[in-house]
Nanobody, 123 residues
Framework: QVQLVESGGGLVQAGGSLRLSCAASGRTFSTYDMAWFRQAPGKEREFVAGLRKSGGNAYYVDSVKGRFTISRDNAKNTVYLQMNSLKPGDTAVYYC????????????????WGPGTQVTVSS
């Protein structure tokens, strides 16, 4: 069973930065595709960033390109989301997601989810 736990959320002012971490259980982390999603009040959950098991190309929703960076450390079973130049519109609960490596679209079809961590950006 895969368990995911996010950390690093909090309250920051617009223009500030946060780094989210997602720790995964097990020793098969290197076989997972990983992603970050977010959900704001009254909004649908949306894909934010994803990274396949190879750690090659990262994929981002247009609204965060140039500001967010997803990375992974397989030795630590951890995926990160570095969030810079934060905007109030980034306020949401951020969720870590995982799946066994797949050729399916990086933006969907995830099987395991963390409980989420709150990110609040004030103006």
């Amino acid at each position: 069973q895969v368990q995911l736990v996010e950390s690093g959320g909090g309250l920051v002012q617009a223009g500030g930065s946060l780094r989210l971490s997602c720790a995964a259980s097990g020793r098969t982390f290197s076989t997972y595709d990983m992603a970050w999603f977010r959900q704001a009040p009254g909004k649908e959950r949306e894909f934010v960033a994803g990274l396949r098991k190879s750690g090659g190309n990262a994929y981002y929703v247009d609204s965060v390109k140039g500001r967010f960076t997803i990375s992974r450390d397989n030795a630590k079973n951890t995926v990160y989301l570095q969030m810079n130049s934060l905007k109030p519109g980034d306020t949401a609960v951020y969720y870590c997601a995982a799946r066994w490596a797949s050729s399916r679209a990086i933006t969907g079809s995830y099987d395991y989810w963390g409980p989420g961590t709150q990110v609040t950006v004030s103006s």
